[in-house]
């Protein structure tokens, strides 16, 4: 934890949040698609059929949208490489939910908007996130290279008349 804390990194950011709901999307994928009872009843709108895919393929563009303003909102303290390739995976998750059961893809938006919500209220609590620039390495110095330069600089100034 003092890694985590000297480096500013939380260790529940990135991925592990969406590899722990994996298991309930999978779960819940398996139960639009095979549960008989939600066949052809009606939701809201347009959707008429909840185990169906979007025929309009509202339900998937919104979700990437929240996805894409989900990224957005939260802090990153990547490389600039590693941000643009986080930013694909709202166009990956879009392509792969157009096909997918309208009740899945409003699940997974629910909890966007869910995930949103939580991350303005903890914007206002906390105040906004710090924003950190990664330095190039090689413009990185080991720490003991910047104390032994630190003390340098002090006994110049104490020798100074």
């Known amino acids: 934890m003092a890694l985590y804390r000297e480096r500013g ?52 563009i919104v979700m990437g949208a929240t996805m894409v303003l989900q990224q957005r909102m939260t802090p990153t303290q990547a490389d600039p490489m590693q941000q643009r390739i986080m930013m694909m995976m709202p166009v990956m998750f879009t392509f792969m939910f157009v096909f997918a059961p309208s009740g899945l893809v409003l699940y997974w938006l629910t909890s966007n908007v869910f995930g949103i919500g939580q991350q303005v209220a903890t914007n206002r609590i906390i105040g906004p996130p710090k924003v950190r620039t990664v330095r190039p390495p090689a413009e990185r110095r080991p720490a003991a290279e910047r104390r032994a330069r630190k003390a340098g600089q002090r006994k110049g100034q104490e020798s100074a008349p």
Request: charged letters at 10%.
């Open 9 to 60: 990194a939380n260790p529940a950011s990135g991925c592990l949040p969406m590899l722990l709901t994996m298991p309930v999307l999978f779960a819940f994928y398996r139960l639009l698609s095979l549960s008989i009872e939600i066949r052809g009843e009606p939701f809201v709108g347009w959707i008429t059929d909840l185990s169906l895919a979007d025929p309009f393929y509202v339900t998937p």
